[in-house]
């Protein structure tokens, strides 16, 4: 194995650590707050500036929706989390756990990522907005 990678026993169980403790604050304070607009969960400023979805735009509803068991609210608010995240965090850790691991590969992920943000970004808006089938659930008033 290269010299760069060997792991760092210590370091990595702060860093799984960190990452748990993060996530349970976060599942606790999604349970008690729930995102509406009248809380203080931030609003999509994308959104609020244009009246257009980020592929961001429905992410805490979905995670909340997940929460609850409802998988088909969470894909309906935000697929590409709901389905794309998870992919994703596979695909790093097979890649990282290669020996014969290829910087190079990075830049091709990075590259694959920003064109499937893009036309997710597309997707969500287009025939409009409020009716494209990618498009979070619109928040009851």
Known sequence: MNENRKSHPMLLIAIVTTLVVCAATGIVLLQMLQPNHDSWFPKCQFYQSTGLHCPGCGATRAVLALLHGDV??????????????????????????????????????????????????????????????????????
């Open 72 to 141: 088909f609210l969470a894909v309906r608010n935000n697929a590409l989390l709901i389905l794309g995240g998870p992919l994703l965090v596979i695909y790093i850790i097979r890649q990282n756990r290669r020996p014969d691991f290829d910087p190079r590969s990075t830049l091709r992920i990075i590259s694959i990522m920003v064109t499937v943000l893009v036309i997710f970004s597309v997707a969500r808006n287009i025939p409009s907005p409020t009716s494209s089938p990618f498009a979070p659930v619109p928040v009851a008033k």
